[in-house]
């Protein structure tokens, strides 16, 4: 693979030690202890698997899904009823995350959000290239008791997309809350991969939270990342396994935590082949050992298993260039058991992997339109904070342009990319390593440039920005975000820089601890 996973990957998995709880710390982690581990996991909980959406198709051929934002509750804990939010279809009473959406590409599908919560919300397509006013953004907004009704053609490439709230100021609140959810896009290629859902084909949302002595979300005790929980929920399972009937399962792995970066390995250090990230597959199956996922990244991975076997997979230290402490604070040092698979004693025959996956060429940077750099530092980038009537960047439709993304700061951030897949240019190299794969989100250790080629789509609105932002969710909520536009190529330098907003999420003002 590429030198990210080799620089940062460690050797071996570390056995687990005794919990060091973080339930009521009011107190800021950067400079605290890790974790050391999330509990000796007896892995009790059989792992949920989210339901597919219900969907309805018109005459047309319009495919239909019905999404409702509501509060429940949830027992994550033995004996503790946690309160929630969530995403329901209307087939069930929502406790927490929501149903897995799923349709093919060439469809045209509408999504009918209603909010039933007691304050506004957005709903973000992440990784969905779709126009910016069904993007789902701060610029979308759903008032309480209103609903919103975005539609559009899906072209692109079989991946696996999540969706979540994207309220300017809010977003790691509602997200901590409960809300998120997949969307599968699926296309005609790779077809001997496992694709069972539910069986062979796993959704796998890891989420950290801290819970306080009530058994609420607890968003007391930031780290340099954000709030780290000592809790970890995977598809909202505490303590899962997950019963395996054929020899070979694939994973698909959703980052779903606000700040938490996982180190991924399994505890008997065997090797597992990363077939896909964030936006669809690579042009081969790589051999690995280790995977690092910042927050809103996602990888699949399949992995060979024996009658009877039982792996753990688990987060491990990484090495993303801090100093101790910081490390510490931001996690890079704690040890997380988060899932057992658990093998049954007769398994069913699994399809050998094909030697070569079928995915679109790499960007062609023959004719590049702009060379921009942005530099990422405090929770700013290229100097400045969010402001929502602000266009930072304008950029023309189906052009091709290359990102230097710096980050300056001695902490972690990653990049998020609305509404487009870019590949990275390794340094040193004048084109893109179609190995590192199609991604949205890109992480960056305290101190590391990457540069991004990204092909811009083909839907101008000159009054309707895309984001780009750090995904750690609060430092996004912090301000550091910024906004384009994809317009004409003919209209880049003539287009607005300014917007009339009538909007700001910033006025619920939570008490977030």
């Known amino acids: 693979m590429s030198t990210r996973f080799t620089r940062r990957s460690m050797l071996a998995g570390m056995a687990a030690l005794p919990a060091l709880t973080l339930v009521g710390c009011e107190s800021d982690r950067t400079t605290a202890d890790p974790i050391s581990t999330v509990d000796t996991l007896d892995f009790a909980n059989r792992l949920r698997i989210p339901a597919l959406a219900a969907s309805s198709v018109a005459e047309d051929g319009l495919r239909v899904f019905r999404l409702s934002a509501v509060a ?72 309480a008791g209103e609903q919103w009704q975005p539609d559009w053609s899906i072209d692109q490439q079989a991946a696996t997309l999540w969706y979540h709230p994207h309220p300017h100021g809010e977003t790691e609140f509602q997200v901590t809350r409960g809300l998120a959810g997949l969307f599968y896009i699926d296309d005609d290629t790779n077809p001997d991969l496992p694709h069972r859902y539910g069986i062979d084909d796993i959704p796998v949302i890891l989420q950290d939270r801290a819970f306080d002595s009530r058994g609420q979300f607890s968003l007391r005790g930031r780290a340099v990342t954000g709030v780290l929980g000592d809790k970890i929920l995977v598809n909202g399972t505490y303590d ?95 040890h997380l058991d988060l899932l057992q698979l658990r093998a049954e004693d007769s398994l069913a025959e699994g399809r050998r992997l094909p030697e070569r996956l079928e995915t679109p060429s790499a ?97 101008e609105d000159q009054l309707t920005p895309y984001m780009y932002h750090c995904h750690l969710m609060w430092h996004e909520d912090m301000g550091m975000m910024a906004q384009f536009t994809v317009v004409s190529p003919d209209q880049v330098d003539s287009a607005p820089r300014t917007l009339g907003v009538d909007h700001d999420h910033m006025a619920a003002n939570h008490d977030h601890g």
């Open 363 to 459: 960007v062609a940077l023959d004719h590049v339109a702009a060379r921009r750099t942005f530099q990422l530092d405090g929770r700013e980038i290229n100097g400045q904070q969010m402001e929502m009537s602000r266009i930072d960047t304008v950029v023309g439709a189906g052009t091709t342009e290359l990102w230097t993304v710096r980050n300056t700061h001695n902490q972690p951030h990653n990049f998020h990319v609305h509404g487009v897949a870019f590949q990275t240019v390794p340094p040193g190299s004048t084109a893109p390593d179609p190995q590192l794969g199609w991604k949205d989100t890109v992480l960056l250790a305290a101190g590391e440039t990457v540069q991004l080629a990204i092909t811009f789509p083909p839907y």
């Open 240 to 334: 899962p396994y997950l019963p395996v009937s054929t020899s070979r399962v694939r994973l698909r792995i959703l980052n779903a935590s606000t700040a938490r970066i996982y180190h991924l390995a399994f505890a008997d250090n065997r090797e597992f082949a990363l077939i896909a990230t964030d936006l669809g597959f690579l042009p081969t199956a790589q051999q690995t050992r280790r995977l690092l996922l910042s927050p809103a990244e996602r990888a699949e991975i399949v992995v060979d298993l024996k009658p009877g076997e039982r792996p753990v997979l688990r987060s491990i230290p990484w090495d993303l260039n801090m100093m101790l402490p910081l490390t510490n604070g931001a996690g890079g040092n704690d």
């Open 72 to 143: 429940g509750a949830a027992e994550f804990l033995p004996g503790t009823t946690t309160p929630t939010w969530g995403y329901t279809d209307g087939s069930y009473d929502a406790g927490y995350l929501g149903p897995t959406l799923r349709a093919a590409r060439g469809e045209h599908v509408r999504v009918i959000v209603k909010n039933r919560l007691s304050e506004t919300t957005t709903v973000h397509w992440h990784g969905m290239h779709l126009p910016a006013r069904n993007d789902g953004g701060p610029h979308q907004p759903i008032a």
